[in-house]
């Protein structure tokens, strides 16, 4: 049995994906050896396809892009008042 570890960085998952995809681990493998460490509700298997098909393309970065959309409201002001 082996120690499951909880609440992992988005980014530490994708750097497990891409260690297994470059060691030509098929997709439902690492799906596989994932739900085992990090628990069943660590990514789904067709988000798990959709990364290694990112990293073949080409895609070497495991942090989110940014992107558009609303902009977060929190601010140093709102931390400060709040602490």
Known sequence: ???TIAD???CEVRSVIR???A??????EIHLQLVEIYDE???TDGMVRKWVRQFNDGRTNVHDEARSGRPSVVNDGLV???E
């Open 23 to 28: 060691k030509k681990v098929k997709p439902a």
């Open 80 to 82: 400060a008042k709040n």
């Open 8 to 10: 992992p960085a988005d």
């Open 1 to 3: 049995m082996f120690k």
């Open 19 to 21: 260690f297994l995809n």
């Open 41 to 43: 509700n660590v990514m």
